[in-house]
């Protein structure tokens, strides 16, 4: 039943995951399955990036392009994280990722203005690689982040009696990065988490009673570090959705339901942790009532991808209507 539309309604793309290449990172070639000396791990590596995750991660630039041709007004557009290949694993420290994300940036801007907002993902901040133990998060990516690429670790924005909130998912999540982090920079993340969870707790704070939320993260791997908070469980009566990227795919999405509460795995590296961590605590996603901003072109073996599209009524009186679009049709 299609619901009743107001004329005031606002219209808000949100993009995800666009995993920019750059020459500089393409000319790095196939990045990751040389970090894994284990011939048998290589190949498993190599099986799972060609038939299931993505076969050519530089292949992607094509449907930022057709992002940017086919959207030109909207009251805003909001980056959720991941803007590069992240071939060096360590993040926009890296130049030619920086570059990447760069002009990833400068073409949504181009098309948007100060209408665009970017916030954080895993991939601009830096990640291990998956078995191959290299890289990791870099303070560097951090401050290049918000300096020269201008993205946002807290965001707020008011439209009338609808709030939302974009926040930085791998700061919450932190106690399941440390194995990312150079012990010698721990101390000074765990600062940046506690100073991170202090604005968002006074920006909730500050919100009428009354009034409607909606949240924006990279990785709902940190649901259950906020579900920890009694701040954001009073939030939950007035929290019309949560919206993600990182899983790239609605199918990822609807697996992560199927392997909710499965053992946490300590034998298989960071990645392989991170994960099952996360997939342990998916129970602690469903207040949130999360949706999955996929990537521009899904992955591998489903590539149901796109961008989102959320109409938000401002008086907050009509829940906001989302649906996922594609680039590919
Ligand atoms: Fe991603
Ligand atoms: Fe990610």
Same mark, same amino acid.
């Given at each position: 039943?299609?619901?009743?539309?107001?004329?005031?309604?606002?219209?808000?793309?949100?993009?995800?995951?666009?995993?920019?290449?750059?020459?500089?990172?393409?000319?790095?070639?196939?990045?990751?399955?040389?970090?894994?000396?284990?011939?048998?791990?290589?190949?498993?590596?190599?099986?799972?990036? *060609?038939?299931?995750? #993505?076969?050519?991660?530089?292949? /992607? @630039?094509?449907? =930022?392009? !057709?992002?940017?041709?086919? &959207?030109?007004?909207?009251?805003?557009?909001?980056?959720?994280?991941?803007?590069?290949?992240?071939?060096?694993?360590?993040?926009?420290?890296?130049?030619?990722?920086?570059?990447?994300?760069?002009?990833?940036?400068?073409?949504?801007?181009?098309?948007?203005?100060?209408?665009?907002?970017?916030?954080?993902?895993?991939?601009?901040?830096?990640?291990?690689?998956?078995?191959?133990?290299?890289?990791?998060?870099?303070?560097?990516?951090?401050?290049?982040?918000?300096?020269?690429?201008?993205?946002?670790?807290?965001?707020? *924005?008011?439209?009338? #009696?609808?709030?939302?909130?974009? /926040? @930085?998912?791998? =700061?919450? !999540?932190?106690?399941?990065? &440390?194995?990312?982090?150079?012990?010698?920079?721990?101390?000074?993340?765990?600062?940046?988490?506690?100073?991170?969870?202090?604005?968002?707790?006074?920006?909730?704070?500050?919100?009428?009673?009354?009034?409607?939320?909606?949240?924006?993260?990279?990785?709902?791997?940190?649901?259950?570090?906020?579900?920890?908070?009694?701040?954001?469980?009073?939030?939950?009566?007035?929290?019309?959705?949560?919206?993600?990227?990182?899983?790239?795919?609605?199918?990822?999405?609807?697996?992560?339901?199927?392997?909710?509460?499965?053992?946490?795995?300590?034998?298989m590296g960071t990645a392989v942790h991170k994960m099952s961590q996360a997939l342990h605590a998916r129970h602690l996603w469903k207040p949130f009532k999360v949706h999955l901003v996929p990537a521009p072109g899904g992955i591998e073996r489903c590539p149901q991808g796109g961008y989102g599209e959320l109409w938000v009524d401002?008086?907050?009186?009509?829940?906001?209507?989302?649906?996922?679009?594609?680039?590919?049709?």
């Amino acid at each position: 039943m299609s619901q009743p539309v107001s004329s005031t309604r606002r219209r808000i793309l949100l993009i995800s995951d666009i995993h920019y290449a750059s020459d500089l990172e393409r000319a790095r070639g196939d990045y990751e399955t040389r970090t894994v000396s284990q011939p048998l791990l290589r190949y498993f590596l190599k099986m799972y990036r *060609r038939l299931i995750w #993505r076969r050519d991660p530089f292949a /992607m @630039n094509g449907l =930022l392009d !057709t992002f940017i041709d086919a &959207e030109s007004s909207a009251d805003l557009c909001l980056g959720l994280g991941d803007y590069s290949c992240d071939s060096a694993f360590i993040g926009v420290a890296d130049y030619a990722a920086f570059q990447s994300a760069r002009l990833c940036l400068s073409q949504l801007r181009g098309q948007h203005g100060s209408r665009f907002v970017g916030i954080i993902g895993d991939h601009d901040l830096g990640k291990k690689s998956m078995f191959g133990g290299v890289g990791g998060m870099d303070l560097a990516s951090y401050d290049r982040c918000l300096s020269e690429l201008r993205l946002s670790s807290l965001f707020y *924005r008011s439209l009338g #009696r609808v709030h939302l909130i974009g /926040m @930085n998912s791998s =700061l919450i !999540t932190l106690p399941s990065f &440390e194995a990312d982090c150079d012990p010698d920079q721990l101390s000074s993340w765990y600062a940046l988490r506690e100073a991170h969870l202090e604005d968002l707790q006074a920006c909730i704070q500050k919100i009428p009673e009354g009034d409607r939320l909606l949240f924006f993260l990279h990785d709902p791997s940190a649901l259950p570090f906020l579900s920890a908070f009694p701040w954001i469980r009073r939030c939950f009566s007035r929290l019309d959705g949560t919206w993600v990227g990182h899983l790239h795919a609605p199918c990822i999405f609807e697996l992560s339901h199927y392997l909710s509460g499965m053992p946490v795995i300590d034998c298989m590296g960071t990645a392989v942790h991170k994960m099952s961590q996360a997939l342990h605590a998916r129970h602690l996603w469903k207040p949130f009532k999360v949706h999955l901003v996929p990537a521009p072109g899904g992955i591998e073996r489903c590539p149901q991808g796109g961008y989102g599209e959320l109409w938000v009524d401002p008086e907050g009186l009509q829940a906001p209507v989302y649906s996922i679009k594609s680039l590919t049709d």
